[in-house]
């Protein structure tokens, strides 16, 4: 992309609405603009991010064996009733009345909606284990929406259900989930941990929450310095083992982290003073085994082996997309602006051209920008006829991690330079050697199946 | 996607309520499921090609230098006061109360909001040629929501939005339009006739709508049988060329070709009789240009190039990416079942086996799967323990365009049989001859570039 011909609308003063560092930089970069409380249009660079996020999203849930649909927004409010929760849900349901004066709503989660599918289709134990999954919008209609997307009231998450036939199977499920979601959050850059969440009414150790630590995030957390070592890397992990994936589980989650929420101090001392963690987080995503609370209470059973009705174990599981944005940039930050982890940055490289309208400067950044592009990557180059000072504030406020610099007097030595956002280091090499360090470096990151 | 792994639940009965065939079809072959009237969950195989469409869109947008974001569904419903729509619109619009008792609707469409986004950002001449769009869903809350996803309540829908100088400028924007449509539904198997509208209140002669041709479909049209003969083709376009756009404007649009509403019947007599054509056809698409209706009304104005402020040149452009689907189905169908082209199929080629369980048949399967989705296209191997006859039946119902069948008897002969659903014709030939084969055929078609 040329920036003469995007649309990246850059604030140069810090708006005064925004309290967390996330959403200041979002705003700045012309990600976001609000259009109402907690409701934000998506920028083109902002929009860019949030596909990035959930392109990994889809393709490390589509990898696990889970399956992608899509449920609709607005629900008629009967399931709801049918489950009970219509009248739980409170205010943060927003409720809507259509022509006809039906009851209807902005799904805030879809338990209701999928249980409704399942029954309508699933009758055997036979069709089992099956997760499905959506990629959805939200609304939850907060009272006092804030920080951005992070606390917005239309927002993007991926939620996923899992129906088996017992326990064990779901708890498997639910591994798989872990699993899954470690790697999402490693492709995006992000360190989460799962952490031993509450519960809640239902009661039960079968949720985690994923927590990044950043320190505006909304929870304390206490943890074991241990556990940010782990790593899920690059191993290969058969999904269908249920071994492999109890083994990651309990990698992940024997060692001492927990919210406030859940946080046992008696427990937390038994860890070595010198490894003992108090910090925040932010909630990143949450996996949860319920049992059979909605399976029974809509009707959701299949035939099992000795051809009796018996209620389907589920479990919930989600995702905060548009949320992870701001995730990220919270963790992914400083003084001058956002830096993208190469995994969700907009645009692979930025190319920013010292001269504009010297011939020889022009041609190098054409070249470079057809050599990227050639490659699969996707450059920002900018044309503008900028000083560099401008130039290269806009390249640090937006992140992208990875910027060539093209001058006339590097050009006489035939050279560029190769900065990285991250630590600022500059390295002179040949536009050839530019591109091909570049694709080397994403490499790992084109790894993208799609639909 | 292995079957036995897969959520596709077909039904063997017709259902009672769809009245048209692509209603039929989409609840036969499990792609879609009603969950209040005009409102439907997208099932697994719905979801897929939704997601095709949704591709081809984008991709063909962008090359048209179109640029993608996202606004949201719920919109205040200010701005709507001030463009003086909320009261026109009537009962078709959603309108919410939220919790704080503030007005807001779903939206029905964006002309409002991204004007909004416009004016905020915008200052100069500068900035111009400038065409935002996003695809997301919107809600019309019609009376009589029928015809599945063809006339449903929640769609999905792509609306593009043009911002320039001039009436020439906003002309030439109107042009890339037209053509990145034609280039769009072709990708789908598609003929859409760009037929002159109804400019309604506006006036004026610059609205096309695009019509599928089916016996279904809502509009009587009346065209010059010569404009079927028009295609787009593989030809190379430079979006930038004023010439060239407006070149295949007046090559699409010159001959007869006009829905009831702009029928002119002297104008229709000039017509060689043998090529007057009256049918029926489907609106996928419209494209639109209304000058400076929204820009005053809004106040988007930049400074020209004499430093005066002046209100900016619009159009708005829509594709009914859901509705594609059905309209697709209506062109594309026969007594068996979907035929679905290649373009848009969800699963590029079916695999069949005659003997599940054998394990010569069992294993020449998996090597066909094996080095299809090694060579980027997903098959759909039907591993169920099934007669020949369901999985033929199910194979033919769902419409994959190809499908190769497997059995002990061929492949005593080294051969498996690789059968288009259009033709019906079966070739026999070795299991690589038919890998070969079929990656020839998608070749054409694995040109999207993904976010």
Tied chains: 1, 2.
Excluded at 57 to 78: C, F, K, N, W, Y
Aim: net charge negative.
């Amino acid at each position: 992309m040329r920036l003469t011909r995007y649309f990246l609308p850059v604030l140069k003063e810090n708006p005064a609405e925004a309290q967390i560092v996330s959403h200041r930089l979002m705003l700045r970069a012309g990600m976001i603009k609000q259009s109402s409380a907690g409701i934000y249009s998506w920028l083109p660079m902002g929009f860019k991010v949030l596909k990035k996020i959930e392109t990994i999203v889809h393709d490390e849930q589509m990898r696990a064996g889970h399956i992608p649909m899509l449920m609709p927004t607005i629900q008629s409010a009967d399931l709801w009733k049918e489950s009970g929760r219509y009248d739980d849900y409170g205010k943060e349901m927003l409720r809507i009345s259509d022509r006809h004066g039906r009851d209807m709503l902005y799904g805030p989660t879809n338990e209701e909606l999928v249980t409704d599918i399942f029954r309508s289709h699933v009758n055997s134990y036979k069709d089992l284990p099956l997760t499905l999954y959506h990629i959805q919008w939200k609304f939850r209609d907060e009272v006092r929406p804030r920080f951005g997307v992070m606390r917005g009231r239309e927002f993007l998450m991926k939620d996923g259900y899992n129906f088996d036939l017992t326990k064990e199977d779901a708890l498997h499920a639910y591994n798989r989930h872990l699993v899954s979601y470690l790697r999402s959050y490693e492709r995006m850059g992000l360190q989460a941990i799962p952490m031993r969440a509450d519960g809640g009414p239902i009661g039960g150790d079968y949720t985690h929450e994923f927590l990044v630590l950043a320190d505006t995030g909304e929870s304390e957390v206490f943890y074991d310095s241990d556990v940010t070592d782990l790593s899920f890397g690059d191993r290969e992990i058969d999904y269908d083992s249920v071994e492999q994936c109890q083994g990651v589980l309990e990698e992940f989650t024997t060692k001492y982290a927990r919210t406030d929420e859940t946080h046992d101090e008696a427990l937390f001392n038994e860890v070595p003073q010198e490894r003992r963690r108090t910090a925040r987080g932010i909630e990143v995503g949450q996996i949860f085994y319920f049992g059979t609370k909605y399976s029974e209470a809509l009707g959701a059973k299949v035939q099992n082996q000795d051809g009796k009705p018996t209620p389907v174990h589920m479990g919930s599981h989600g995702i905060g997309v548009s949320r992870l944005l701001g995730a990220i940039i919270e963790a992914s930050h400083d003084d001058k602006g956002i830096i993208w982890p190469e995994g969700v940055t907009p645009f692979h490289c930025g190319i920013v051209n010292l001269k504009q309208g010297d011939d020889e400067a022009d041609a190098a950044c054409n070249q470079l920008y057809a050599a990227l592009t050639a490659a699969g990557l996707e450059p920002l180059y900018d044309d503008r006829k900028e000083r560099a000072g401008g130039k290269f504030a806009t390249m640090d406020l937006i992140g992208l991690p990875w910027r060539i610099t093209v001058g006339p007097r590097g050009l006489k030595n035939g050279v560029v330079e190769l900065t990285s956002r991250r630590t600022g280091e500059s390295v002179e090499m040949s536009p050839e050697e530019a591109v091909k360090k570049v694709v080397e470096i994403y490499a790992p990151h084109m790894t993208s199946r799609g639909f």
